[in-house]
């Protein structure tokens, strides 16, 4: 038998849904711009896993004024162990890019990594605070990356206390723009007084220009399940392990490019049959996924965070404020225009 090889590329997905920005997302962000002559500090998470892809630029655009960092969740789904060199080189990159702005990976059952970032928190909300007697500090980020989680982890460790918001594995869990939760307090700076974190609603971006972003926003859980086709979504997922290693799905079928083969492989093993003992191959697609999500199919990063990949993303940003309309405008102009090159080059 010839050796496997993977697909080099995913096929582009012309009809797949490019947005998911909802009405409580545009009340949240405008809740926050009024909320911002108070903030001290913006605390903005990215998901590891797509460190580049998750970067929402309406809160730059929104908060963009304010000091911040830049919180990087979900660590542990993105390294296998405590990574190496590539991992360091990695998160090295990413430092550089942000410079002079601090970029903290975290993961919330690591309290080193909780403390590292209270400390941190501690350092620039006081070195930007308004008022003496303590600061308050926004936490954004896009759906599900892990904002309330984050505020939990960071309570716990600053002050020793249980849970004060709400979680879950599906995007849309916060919905409104949150009172203060201390996570720190005694802080001599402010004279005794502490340091308050404010929950946010996670925000989509408006119009996602790039399908292969989508699907990563999508496959991370930043996007509700359904919005893109699940075998849709599994099948973005083979291609990315099987560029890594095919045996990570070895439980369920040899090594494949067919998504059919490999959710058909899924639903016998672990019993999702249908009438007839047909496969249910989306209960497949959305088992697989979540599993990923879950990291027992593989723990790594989507996004190419190599001087390319970074430079790449950079020419592609400028485009995700555009309304939808806006960007489909100009995607028919580009038609029309390649349209006109092949006509001139046939000539
Ligand atoms: N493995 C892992 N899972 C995490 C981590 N942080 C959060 N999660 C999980 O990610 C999911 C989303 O977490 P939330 O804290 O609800 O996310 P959110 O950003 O507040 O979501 P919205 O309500 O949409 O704004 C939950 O299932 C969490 O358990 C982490 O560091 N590691």
Same mark, same amino acid.
């Given at each position: 038998?010839?050796?496997?090889?993977?697909?080099?590329?995913?096929?582009?997905?012309?009809?797949?849904?490019?947005?998911?920005?909802?009405?409580?997302?545009?009340?949240?962000?405008?809740?926050?711009?009024?909320?911002?002559?108070?903030?001290?500090?913006?605390?903005?998470?990215?998901?590891?896993?797509?460190?580049?892809?998750?970067?929402?630029?309406?809160?730059?655009?929104?908060?963009?004024?304010?000091?911040?960092?830049?919180?990087?969740?979900?660590?542990?789904?993105?390294?296998?162990?405590?990574?190496?060199? &590539?991992?360091?080189?990695?998160?090295?990159?990413?430092?550089?890019?942000?410079?002079?702005?601090?970029?903290?990976?975290?993961?919330?059952?690591?309290?080193?990594?909780?403390?590292?970032?209270?400390?941190?928190?501690?350092?620039?909300?006081?070195?930007?605070?308004?008022?003496?007697?303590?600061?308050?500090?926004?936490?954004?980020?896009?759906?599900?990356?892990?904002?309330?989680?984050?505020?939990?982890?960071?309570?716990?460790?600053?002050?020793?206390?249980?849970?004060?918001?709400?979680?879950?594995?599906?995007?849309?869990?916060?919905?409104?723009?949150?009172?203060?939760?201390?996570?720190?307090?005694?802080?001599?700076?402010?004279?005794?007084?502490?340091?308050?974190?404010?929950?946010?609603?996670?925000?989509?971006?408006?119009?996602? !220009?790039?399908?292969?972003?989508?699907?990563?926003?999508?496959?991370?859980?930043?996007?509700?399940?359904?919005? &893109? !086709?699940?075998?849709?979504?599994?099948?973005?997922?083979?291609?990315?392990?099987?560029?890594?290693?095919?045996?990570?799905?070895?439980?369920?079928?040899?090594?494949?490019?067919?998504?059919? &083969?490999?959710?058909?492989?899924?639903?016998?093993?672990?019993?999702?049959?249908?009438?007839?003992?047909?496969?249910?191959?989306?209960?497949?697609?959305?088992?697989? &996924?979540?599993?990923?999500?879950?990291?027992?199919?593989?723990?790594?990063?989507?996004?190419?965070?190599?001087?390319?990949?970074?430079?790449?993303?950079?020419?592609?940003?400028?485009?995700?404020?555009?309304?939808?309309?806006?960007?489909?405008?100009?995607?028919?102009?580009?038609?029309?225009?390649?349209?006109?090159?092949?006509?001139?080059?046939?000539?």
């Amino acid at each position: 038998m010839p050796p496997f090889t993977p697909r080099p590329t995913f096929p582009p997905l012309l009809s797949l849904p490019r947005s998911y920005y909802l009405g409580h997302h545009a009340a949240g962000l405008t809740k926050m711009k009024t909320l911002l002559a108070s903030i001290d500090l913006i605390v903005e998470c990215r998901d590891y896993r797509v460190p580049l892809t998750s970067t929402n630029p309406l809160f730059e655009e929104t908060l963009g004024e304010r000091a911040r960092v830049v919180v990087l969740t979900k660590r542990d789904l993105g390294v296998v162990g405590g990574g190496g060199k &590539v991992e360091r080189e990695r998160d090295q990159l990413l430092r550089t890019l942000h410079h002079p702005t601090p970029v903290l990976p975290t993961t919330t059952t690591s309290r080193p990594s909780i403390r590292a970032l209270l400390s941190t928190i501690h350092t620039h909300a006081t070195a930007h605070a308004r008022s003496i007697a303590g600061a308050r500090v926004l936490i954004v980020g896009m759906p599900n990356v892990g904002k309330s989680s984050l505020l939990n982890a960071l309570r716990s460790v600053g002050v020793g206390k249980g849970k004060a918001a709400r979680t879950g594995d599906q995007p849309g869990v916060t919905r409104k723009v949150g009172t203060g939760v201390k996570v720190k307090g005694g802080v001599e700076e402010f004279g005794g007084g502490g340091i308050y974190i404010l929950d946010t609603p996670g925000v989509f971006i408006p119009y996602v !220009p790039d399908a292969t972003a989508m699907l990563k926003l999508a496959l991370c859980g930043c996007v509700k399940d359904g919005i &893109v !086709p699940s075998e849709t979504l599994a099948d973005y997922l083979l291609y990315q392990l099987n560029l890594r290693d095919p045996s990570l799905y070895a439980e369920y079928s040899p090594p494949t490019n067919d998504v059919a &083969v490999l959710l058909e492989g899924v639903a016998r093993r672990t019993g999702r049959l249908v009438k007839g003992g047909q496969a249910d191959m989306e209960g497949a697609a959305g088992w697989l &996924v979540q599993r990923w999500r879950n990291g027992v199919v593989g723990r790594f990063v989507l996004d190419d965070v190599s001087e390319e990949g970074v430079r790449a993303w950079k020419e592609g940003r400028g485009q995700e404020g555009m309304s939808g309309n806006q960007l489909r405008k100009m995607e028919r102009e580009e038609r029309r225009g390649r349209g006109r090159v092949v006509a001139g080059g046939g000539s």
